[in-house]
Structure formats: C-alpha cells, structure tokens
C-alpha cells in the first residue's frame, strides 16, 4: 500500500497505477439519488466509484461526477462489460465511456464469467466463453479507452481456465469478488494474491440489512474502538489487502464510510472477524445461465 496526493490509502497494481483502498459503490444506487452521492462522496474526500453498464446509472455517475469539480484524472472509474455483451466488446466499452462522459476508465472488468445470449437471457452462447471474452478485452489495452482490466466473480476454477489459456496475454490486474466477514474466501483470497492479482471486495458491508451488524464480535469490537460497524467492516478489508466499495446513497453515511485513517484493527480483532462462524453470500449464481462458483471459497 502507498500513499498518494489524493487518497491517503491506495494498492498498486501490475500496471503501477494506484487504487484508492475505498471507493463508492453504487450497485441499487437509483439515478434519481446517485449524482448526488456521488457528487457528495468526492467532497468528502473519496476519489473512486464503482459502476457497471447492468446498474443503469453510468449518465447519473458521471453527471455527479462533473458536478463535484474534482479533475477526472483524479478519480478512480471502474465499470463493467454486462453478460450479454460479452460479442460486443468494443461497442460495450464505448457505450460506458458515452454514459460516464469520460474518454477512459481506470478499470474495465468484465462483471461475471457469463456469456449470456442477449436474445434470451436464461441460456448462455454455445459457440462462445469468457475466454473468448478475455481475449477481446485484451484489445482494449492500448486504445486509450481503458487503463486496466479485470475481471469479477471469478473462482479459482475458472481462473485457472483463464490464465493458463494460451490466448491469455494480460493477466486480470484486479478480481472483484464478495468479501465480508461471513464469506472470507481465504482459499481464493490467497490464491489471487500468490498470482499477483489485486482483489477488490464488493458487498463489503453484507449488502442491504446486512445480517452481519447483529453478529456480537463485530458488535464488540466496534465498541471497544469507538468505530460503528460499518467503519470496523471496511477495515477489515483493507487490513486484508483489498479494497472495498460501500454503497450508500446516505450523505452521512457515505462520510461515515469513508473513517479508514488514523487509525487500524489490531492483528488479533482481524483475526477475529476472519474466524466468525457464520456464512452467507449476498450474490449467487443461481439467476445465471451457467455455473459460475464451484466451492467453498468461490
Ligand atoms: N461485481 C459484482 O458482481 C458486484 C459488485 N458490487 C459493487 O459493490 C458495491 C457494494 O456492495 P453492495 O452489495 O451494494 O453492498 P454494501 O455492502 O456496500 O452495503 C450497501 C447497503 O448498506 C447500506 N449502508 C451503507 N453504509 C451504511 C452505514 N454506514 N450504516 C448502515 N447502512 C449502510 C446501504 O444503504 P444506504 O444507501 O441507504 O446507505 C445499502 O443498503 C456495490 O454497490 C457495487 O458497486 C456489489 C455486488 C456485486
Ligand atoms: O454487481 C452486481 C451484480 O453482479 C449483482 O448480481
């Protein structure tokens, strides 16, 4: 982790670039309410939104994102390549880079490993897979138009297919996975760090009435640091060498959010949070045409 003018805590990738240890997130955010929080977020100091062309809301982003004044190239954009678009690479990029108002993306991932046939949604293409979706991101590298790519929901099975697949030239720089306390994925966490490829953790609150603001150890640790949940959560993230990317349409609670300086977790209460119990996963892959997890740790 280094730190820049911008955000005091930041991951270097493969490239060199740097990414912002939190960022705003803005999956549900609604395009009546997400110019605001996102305009709001960059005044309170955040330099990182995370979007995808399936959220609908790329316009209202980059709207907010004009709106607060702070220079582009001081902000961190990462979207996403939606499944149905996975033949329609270049024109999926350049339809994001119209919405968003901006000539480039800091990070371009494509959402799931899911080519989904965009004539019906319930099948996947049987002539065409992420591989072949990979390998035409790859192209992108060089236009201009993206200054990192990635993947996201990405199990170690089917990065194992990715990167030993000889059409793969550019390693995913970041995979963007759900990562909480209550679906830690050590195995996959640990197999992305030993490949060199940076993780940034989605759902990093446990989502909409998070189950885990009830859990004790949390709730005791939040206490004894003086911190909410919400702050101690994201923490433990970055503490594990992840970003995260809280989503909140709430301007205090975007403010609140975004508490990660000054102070930290001790090894012991991260080590805590990482052995809870319990488990549960906010984004299956059940409404897919194909099976993306295959494990525990996927
Ligand atoms: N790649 C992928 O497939 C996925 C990516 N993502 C990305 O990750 C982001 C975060 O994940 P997401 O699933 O949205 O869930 P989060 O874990 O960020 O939780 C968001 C929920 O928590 C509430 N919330 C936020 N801050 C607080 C707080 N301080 N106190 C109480 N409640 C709070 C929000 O409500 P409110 O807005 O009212 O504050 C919202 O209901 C997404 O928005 C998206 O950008 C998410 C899922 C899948
Ligand atoms: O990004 C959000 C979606 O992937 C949820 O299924």
Same mark, same amino acid.
């Given at each position: ?64 994102? &004009?709106?607060? #004044? @702070?220079?582009?190239?001081? =902000?961190?954009?990462?979207? +996403? *390549?939606? %499944? ?62 993206? &200054?990192?790519? #990635? @993947?996201?929901?990405?199990? =170690?099975?089917?990065?194992? +297919? *990715?990167? %030993? ?66 702050? @101690? ?66």
């Amino acid at each position: 982790m280094a730190d820049n003018q911008y955000t005091k805590k930041t991951y270097t990738l493969a490239s060199g670039d740097k990414i912002p240890a939190i960022g705003l997130g803005t999956w549900q955010s609604g395009k009546n309410e997400v110019s605001e929080a996102v305009k709001h977020a960059l005044s309170v100091g955040y330099r990182y939104i995370d979007t995808a062309l399936a959220y609908g809301n790329e316009h209202e982003v980059g709207e907010g994102i &004009r709106a607060s #004044g @702070v220079p582009r190239e001081q =902000i961190w954009v990462t979207t +996403k *390549l939606d %499944n149905p678009w996975h033949k329609r690479v270049a024109e999926g990029i350049d339809t994001s880079l119209k919405n968003l108002g901006t000539d480039y993306v800091d990070l371009y991932l494509m959402h799931w490993p899911s080519s989904t046939r965009p004539d019906d949604l319930s099948k996947h293409y049987d002539d065409w897979n992420f591989i072949d979706t990979w390998r035409e991101i790859q192209k992108l590298v060089g236009t201009g138009k993206v &200054r990192n790519i #990635g @993947v996201s929901n990405f199990g =170690i099975t089917n990065l194992e +297919k *990715l990167l %030993n697949d000889p059409s793969t030239k550019i390693k995913p720089a970041v995979n963007q996975i759900e990562l909480h306390p209550n679906n830690p994925s050590p195995k996959l966490v640990a197999y992305c760090k030993e490949k060199g490829i940076h993780l940034t953790g989605y759902s990093c609150l446990g989502s909409t009435n998070s189950p885990l603001y009830k859990d004790e150890t949390l709730l005791s640790i939040a206490q004894a640091k003086g911190k909410t949940p919400q702050q @101690v959560l994201l923490q433990w993230g970055i503490r594990n060498g992840w970003d995260v990317i809280p989503k909140s349409v709430n301007k205090d609670r975007i403010a609140g959010n975004f508490d990660i300086d000054g102070w930290s977790l001790t090894d012991e209460e991260v080590q805590k949070l990482s052995s809870l119990p319990d488990r549960f996963k906010v984004c299956s892959d059940d409404w897919l045409p194909v099976k993306v997890f295959f494990g525990d740790d996927e």
